[in-house]
């Protein structure tokens, strides 16, 4: 066995939550192997998530120069550099990048959404200068998509994410059992209607101003509204009471969201435990293009994903799949939640079709194995 302090040296850097939970389970993985020695560095989110998660890690300034990156970097002078990306105006794994390919350091970044690949990469002038070198994508249509827009095809490499290989074993082991206890402890009977609201932080990133170039045509707040009123409508389900359950996003406040309320329909904002408990114990899944849809779909979750007045083309896959249903009239909304929760043909159809979802959990292997290929 060689010696740990012969073994080469990985650094993981991660900011975003997204990004975060992509990473965590290669670094596990790495660990685990004892192939290689991983330095985890996280910065915002990530040390939240990394720490609910048992991964051990050193927190980094996200005031950090790129003078102090390189000077880390000099320090430590790692085989590898491990990112993930982020979308939040700092983008250190850009820096840690850059610095990276200054010193001749190679690189991997993992893709955990089909949206903004030019803008996890790009610098100030929008130009593709923080590129590793190589990327792990999700699929061939993320593949297909990023060459589009100007990567190197020969620098993607296809894997899966990682943050849902152990999808499965949450299928499973969260019951009927557990799915009743949770309800229970937010006061909804087994009769009730459990409709969860995936939110994200829309107006942090993008504003509330539609001449924002990258305003979606709607932000978390007028879709939670949108969503409510449906609720709302007089004999909108007789019989059935109904509670909005709002899972604020890692980067988002829940007292934001205190002030909604409703005298028909009990609101309660929740950030206990996992967001996948939420997910399974849930009737319906509501949300916009938040990852925790997709998880929900996998999950074999009804999800209604409500993007009213979209400008851009829908960046949720599950959609395009038929495995979750896009809203994008604000005319519609009341209909289809209507109709999704009321057990007519649609829902029994969609019921069917989530079953028959797949989850190989494999990704992480592959890009643990693209990884020790690099280094090779």
Known sequence: MIPKKHLPVIVAVCGDPGGAKAV???????????????????????????????IEYTEISEEMTACDIQSLLKEIMPSLLLTGTSFN???????????????????????DFWSHYCERFCDHEGNLSSLPDRVAVIDERMKEEMIEAG??????????????????????????DSIAGLRKSLGIGHDDLMVLFASQPLSALYGTDPSHPLYPGYTEMSVLA???????????????????????????????????????????????????????????VVGMTTALLI?????????????????????????RMGLSIGVYSEDAISAVIKDVLSNTEKHRLLVQKLKKVKINGRATERVAQCIYDMLS
């Not at 004892?34 to 720490?51: D, G, I, N, S, T």
């Not at 700092?90 to 690189?107: C, H, K, N, T, W």
């Not at 990567?151 to 009927?176: E, H």
């Not at 007789?238 to 009990?266: A, C, G, M, T």
């Open 24 to 54: 965590a389970p290669v670094i596990n993985l790495l660990r685990s192997d004892a192939r290689v020695q991983v330095r985890a560095m996280a910065y915002r989110e990530a040390c939240h998530l990394w720490k609910q998660q048992g």
């Open 89 to 111: 105006g700092i983008g250190l794994e850009r820096l840690f990048v850059d610095e990276a390919r200054r010193l001749a350091i190679p690189s991997l970044t993992i893709m």
């Open 151 to 176: 990567f190197d095809p020969m620098s993607l490499v296809i894997t899966g994410n990682p943050a849902y290989d152990d999808l499965y074993r949450w299928k499973q082991n969260f019951g009927p």
């Open 226 to 284: 949108s969503l409510l009123r449906s609720l709302e409508e007089p004999g909108f389900l007789v019989n059935r009471k109904i509670f909005l359950i709002i899972r604020p996003h890692p980067r988002e406040k829940p007292q934001d969201f205190l002030p909604v309320k409703s005298d028909r329909v009990p609101v309660i904002v929740s950030t206990e435990g996992n967001s996948r408990e939420l997910v399974m114990a849930a009737d319906l």
């Open 295 to 319: 998880e929900a779909c996998c999950l074999g979750r009804i999800v209604v994903s409500l993007q009213p007045g979209i400008r851009t083309a829908d960046p949720l896959p599950t959609n």
